[in-house]
């Protein structure tokens, strides 16, 4: 990878020796307003992904070891085994601390702005109504801007969103590979098989990176659009026309086979599709708005403070945000004035999936890493095409200046607060006071800081803070799961049943259901009280509650099973539910696995081998590959006893 990387990097340089000292000022700029942040911990993901991924730290079990760490997570569809090695080697290096991890992800960032300064001064050269010899300028000033601004922070320094940094470097490599595929091809020169292998290399390594890579065919035709017209062989437009047919039609075919986990997705949601369409177009204006005029309200880790459009005129805003979008759209199709349409037609391209029909959460700032660059790209051109008429030279580039300057405090501003969780949490509370999730995690940390400190005060704080989350959260699980275990722990029997009422209260059943898994899981696995009581209650409560999804039914019996088996060692219930549970969902592998490492447990091994090998024969050959967890899972059941 990196011998490719600097292969690319040499051929630019090659050809720009003046890029050699404009890229090391924007790494030097990046360092400097990142670097107050980089001593701060790990954040809410990171724990799932990072901190208890306790198969990050099997690199020294040679090949097997790697594909347990490459695939320890379903972070996505595809797995992002590519990011997650790179964690895997963070981890070899130097543990769980997260400076290593930071400095890495700070790095990548680097690299990325490198990458695009090289790619856009080529591609600003062929815009027209840019002048050659601004494109070099343009294009530093956007590469600069776009890598001291503060809506790329939390790719930085949240340090799973790894993976957003390590699809983007694949991506800008194959969207320069691209161009110099067709700037040979306008030359009419030939264009290698092995040109077009490292095109599809590119895709590749970005898709195992995070599945947003699959958007660089639209940032190939953005570029396509702006910088070469469909010119050169005859085939051109029709490839595209067919590439772009193609897109669509495997989209479609996607979403088809996939409509029964894509839209069941939405019972877990506080919005419905149609709702998440028509607020994404207020989401896209908020993005605009953090990315051209950047407060420092603006930004948080969390914004789920954003309320839901219900129609488009409900909020009125929303009517206004899809008007733009389409002039947004229609501006591209134009291609008038071109530099317009290009910053158009890039951002759009970068929002294509995530502000799209899947059912992901609303809002999040890392969305914008790519898709930044259009706006920004956008606002430098314009301001000089004005500035240009100013008649004193020194002066055209002194607001673009200014603002960039501005833009670095703000990102060097957010990087301090990042240095400690809890300050950064209270920060964005004040900020974003309807915001449930930065309650939450501000609720935790002061409960957790004032445990350690004897601080009675700051645990109230928390306790607090956790009530507000409750209280502003669409579906609260998280609080509500936080406030009834340290109810449990605190042995508060009064306390604890006004938490059951609540979650028997609550109209959500995925609320219950979350809560009983985060209990059991606390006293299964971790150092909370152990409390029957409360558990069996509130499985009471969740299993016969009104609406309660066959998923979530399904997935509440899994956990009491554990609980019986874990906790309580009833053996014969835990056992009893779990092979109920396989009988009724023989395709479950998780499950049938569950119910083999049961039978290991409690006296029944051979019982456990039959199963085990029996589920073994029947996984298709790339098994091992494409489902490592499971896989891994037999793998250890056949070798011995296991623990649930």
């Not at 070891?65 to 290096?93: E, Y």
């Not at 004005?386 to 300057?405: E, G, H, Q, S, T």
């Not at 409960?447 to 928390?462: H, K, P, Y």
Request: proline share 5%; glycine share 6%; aromatic share 10%.
């Amino acid at each position: 990878m990196f011998f490719f990387v600097s292969t690319i990097m040499s051929a630019a340089l090659k050809t720009t020796p003046a890029a050699i000292f404009g890229w090391l000022s924007i790494v030097a700029a990046a360092v400097l307003v990142y670097w107050p942040g980089l001593s701060g911990g790990f954040a809410f993901d990171d724990y799932h992904v990072i901190v208890n991924n306790e198969h990050l730290g099997a690199l020294n079990h040679g090949v097997s070891g790697a594909l347990d760490a490459a695939f320890s997570t379903a972070t996505g569809p595809l797995k992002r085994p590519l990011s997650l090695l790179t964690f895997a080697l963070n981890h070899a290096v130097d543990g769980l601390v997260p400076l290593g991890f930071k400095v890495t992800n700070l790095a990548l960032h680097c690299l990325n702005a490198g990458l695009l300064l090289f790619l856009l001064r080529a591609i600003l050269g062929r815009l027209s109504g840019i002048r050659a010899g601004d494109a070099g300028r343009l294009a530093w000033l956007i590469a600069l801007l776009w890598a001291v601004h503060p809506i790329n922070l939390t790719s930085v320094l949240y340090v799973v969103q790894r993976m957003t940094l390590l699809a983007s470097t694949f991506m800008l490599l194959g969207m320069w590979v691209y161009f110099c595929i067709r700037v040979r091809q306008t030359s009419g020169r030939d264009v290698t098989v092995a040109t077009w292998l490292a095109l599809m290399l590119c895709w590749v390594l970005g898709l195992a990176a995070k599945e947003t890579a699959v958007l660089l065919p639209f940032f190939l035709l953005t570029i396509e659009l702006s910088a070469f017209g469909f010119a050169g062989l005859p085939p051109v437009r029709a490839a595209w026309r067919g590439i772009v047919g193609g897109l669509i039609l495997v989209s479609l075919g996607v979403a088809y086979m996939n409509a029964n986990t894509l839209f069941p997705a939405y019972f877990g949601r506080e919005f419905t599709a149609a709702e998440r369409l028509l607020t994404e177009s207020r989401v896209l204006m908020l993005y605009l708005q953090m990315i051209l005029t950047p407060d420092l309200s603006l930004f948080a880790l969390f914004h789920d403070d954003v309320p839901l459009s219900k129609s488009l005129l409900d909020p009125i805003s929303t009517l206004p945000s899809v008007c733009v979008v389409l002039v947004a759209v229609g501006c591209t199709f134009a291609r008038r004035p071109l530099w317009l349409a290009f910053g158009c037609a890039w951002f759009i391209s970068g929002h294509l999936l995530e502000s799209s029909l899947v059912p992901l959460e609303l809002v999040h700032e890392h969305r914008n890493y790519l898709a930044s660059v259009g706006p920004l790209s956008a606002l430098v051109i314009g301001a000089q095409l004005i500035l240009k008429r100013v008649p004193d030279a020194r002066l055209r580039y002194l607001p673009m200046a200014l603002f960039i300057v501005c833009v670095a405090i703000v990102t060097a501003l957010r990087a301090v607060d990042w240095d400690d969780p809890w300050r950064q949490m209270s920060v964005d509370i004040r900020h974003h006071p309807e915001s449930a999730r930065s309650w939450y995690e501000y609720g935790r940390l002061s409960f957790e800081r004032g445990a350690e400190l004897g601080d009675a005060t700051l645990q109230q704080t928390g306790v607090d803070a956790l009530e507000r989350s409750a209280t502003l959260d669409r579906i609260p699980f998280m609080a509500l799961a936080a406030l009834l275990k340290l109810r449990v722990n605190a042995n508060d029997q009064t306390g604890t049943q006004v938490m059951l009422d609540r979650l028997k209260a609550h109209p959500r059943s995925r609320v219950r259901v979350e809560a009983f898994r985060q209990l059991v899981e606390c006293q299964a696995y971790s150092s909370c009280r152990k409390a029957p009581g409360p558990v069996l209650a509130l499985a009471e409560i969740t299993l016969t509650g009104a609406e309660l999804y066959p998923d979530y039914r399904r997935r509440t019996l899994e956990w009491l099973a554990i609980y019986y088996l874990a906790v309580l060692g009833d053996a014969e219930a835990g056992l009893t539910i779990l092979a109920e549970l396989v009988a009724h969902n023989p395709t479950d592998l998780n499950l049938s696995i569950r119910l083999a490492e049961a039978y290991s447990d409690n006296g029944g091994r051979a019982l456990a081998i039959k199963l085990g090998e029996a589920l073994l024969n029947d996984q298709p050959w790339h098994f091992e590959l494409t489902n490592r967890p499971h896989f891994g899972r037999l793998r250890r059941l056949l070798a011995g006893p296991t623990e649930l």
